[in-house]
């Protein structure tokens, strides 16, 4: 004689089975849906949120109206308009320049664009696109015996955080007094009223305070090739960084950064490795 069995299946378990599954097979389809929708991993994907300075002529600065401009400002909207994003969807920040990079690691900003030179250590913390602009380091001061920079021993010589003058300065400049600001105009204001000796900056900045204040001269000049200046993003992300780097070499290609350099550096040696290729 057989004797028949009754199995009972719970029904719950097979239901919780049955939704693992299908969330397991949603996010699956879901996830190029959202790469896709935001490509670059900006914060907002509509819109470009960048870190800048207000006080950086030419490269970055703020107009009367609160605009920002400047060559840096400038070949970043070309850029971004290569990538589809129209100048009203590229939102600017000013920030102190010793806050920029820290700001795009920790998520704040999608990029930090305020003529940001390269180099190793920073690139421990962030990643920046390809160079885009090269230059000098300079020494605005009103003082006629600051001539090399031997002179500057015993000096009060003004840096702002966190750029490549402070770190040029703390390891060159033995014997000077550095004093730190965060931004060019507030050390210009303690030069000119005699607080500092000395204050060391980009060329083409300094090179814009000079026409401002006629008793300032530009005595030291040193060459800062080896750390070019490049868009920063957050580290790791590639998609983002290889797009600005499309865009850029696009722009040095067909004349555009010719064109702008041109416009805020007349005059200026032009590097050649920015301009149009054969």
């Given at each position: 004689?057989k ?75 070309d ?12 939102i ?7 806050a ?8 704040r ?22 160079g ?40 060159n ?106």
């Open positions: 004689m004797i028949a069995r009754t199995i009972t299946f719970s029904a719950a378990p097979m239901r919780a089975a049955i939704a693992a599954l299908t969330l397991t097979l949603t996010s699956a389809f879901a996830l190029p849906a959202v790469a896709a929708e935001n490509p670059y991993s900006l914060i907002d994907a509509s819109v470009i949120s960048v870190g800048t300075m207000g006080d950086a002529k030419p490269y970055t600065f703020a107009t009367a109206s609160g605009e920002f401009t400047g060559f840096d400002i400038e070949l970043f909207l850029v971004a308009e290569r990538m589809v994003f129209k100048k009203d969807q590229v600017f920040t000013g920030q102190e320049f010793s920029l990079m820290p700001s795009v690691a920790n998520g900003f999608d990029v930090a664009v305020a003529a940001i030179g390269t180099t190793d250590k920073r690139k421990q913390t962030v990643d920046f696109s390809d885009y602009l090269a230059g000098f380091l300079t020494v605005l001061t009103p003082e006629a015996d600051i001539a090399d920079p031997a002179a500057l021993k015993g000096k009060r010589l003004g840096v702002v955080q966190g750029t490549l003058q402070e770190i040029y300065a703390q390891k400049f033995t014997g000077t007094d550095l004093v730190k600001f965060p931004d060019n105009n507030s050390a210009v204001v303690a030069l000119n009223n005699g607080t500092i000796d000395g204050h060391f900056l980009d060329f083409e900045a300094a090179k814009d305070y000079t026409t401002r204040y006629t008793a300032l001269k530009t005595p030291i000049n040193i060459p800062s090739f080896d750390a070019p200046a490049g868009f920063v993003v957050r580290k790791g992300n590639d998609a983002f960084r290889e797009a600005l780097n499309k865009g850029l070499h696009a722009a040095m290609q067909d004349g555009t950064w010719k064109k702008l350099y041109e416009k805020w550096f007349p005059g200026s040696p032009m590097p050649e490795q920015y301009l149009p290729k054969p």
